[in-house]
């Protein structure tokens, strides 16, 4: 089997990228959302929920309420969550995880790459996404 052939895409200068908001890129068909998160690691995700379809870089990323004992209200992982706009589904940035509903998918994520103070997205030469990542019904 031969590995397909990946291109670089720009998205920006390292420096211009703010930890907790999505820079989007389209290019094609592709839909992606660049973001670096608190620990300075730069994640690429695909502007698609797995859920319904909305355009998840337009959630908030934050932390979340993980469960805990009675009486007990715990905020963790500030910056490490990111919250799906249309049904509040929220997804581990880190893993692309769903967190509390164990829904079957995931996030999908890009690998980036930093070179000379500027990010790259790598994709498959000629890749597309296969579904529209701008549904406007939730």
Same mark, same amino acid.
């Given at each position: 089997?031969?590995?397909?052939?990946?291109?670089?895409?720009?998205? !920006? +200068?390292? #420096?211009?990228?703010? *930890? /907790?908001?999505?820079?989007?890129?389209?290019?094609?068909?592709?839909?992606?959302?660049?973001?670096?998160?608190?620990?300075?690691?730069?994640?690429?995700?695909?502007?698609?929920?797995?859920?319904?379809?909305?355009?998840?870089?337009?959630?908030?990323?934050?932390?979340?309420?993980?469960?805990?004992?009675? !009486? +007990?209200? #715990?905020?963790?992982? *500030? /910056?490490?969550?990111?919250?799906?706009?249309?049904?509040?589904?929220?997804?581990?940035?880190?893993?692309?995880?769903?967190?509390?509903?164990?829904?079957?998918?995931?996030?999908?994520?890009?690998?980036?790459?930093?070179?000379?103070?500027?990010?790259?997205?790598?994709?498959?030469?000629?890749?597309?996404?296969?579904?529209?990542?701008?549904?406007?019904?939730?």
């Amino acid at each position: 089997m031969a590995i397909p052939e990946r291109e670089e895409i720009l998205v !920006g +200068d390292a #420096a211009e990228l703010v *930890e /907790g908001k999505f820079k989007i890129i389209k290019q094609g068909t592709l839909n992606i959302g660049v973001t670096r998160l608190r620990d300075g690691t730069i994640r690429a995700v695909r502007n698609r929920c797995p859920h319904k379809g909305a355009a998840i870089c337009k959630g908030i990323i934050g932390g979340t309420w993980p469960p805990s004992a009675p !009486g +007990d209200l #715990a905020y963790d992982r *500030e /910056g490490e969550i990111l919250v799906c706009p249309w049904h509040g589904f929220e997804y581990d940035l880190k893993t692309g995880d769903e967190l509390y509903r164990k829904v079957p998918t995931r996030l999908r994520f890009y690998e980036v790459i930093e070179r000379e103070r500027k990010i790259y997205l790598l994709v498959a030469r000629g890749a597309a996404d296969t579904q529209d990542s701008d549904a406007s019904a939730a």
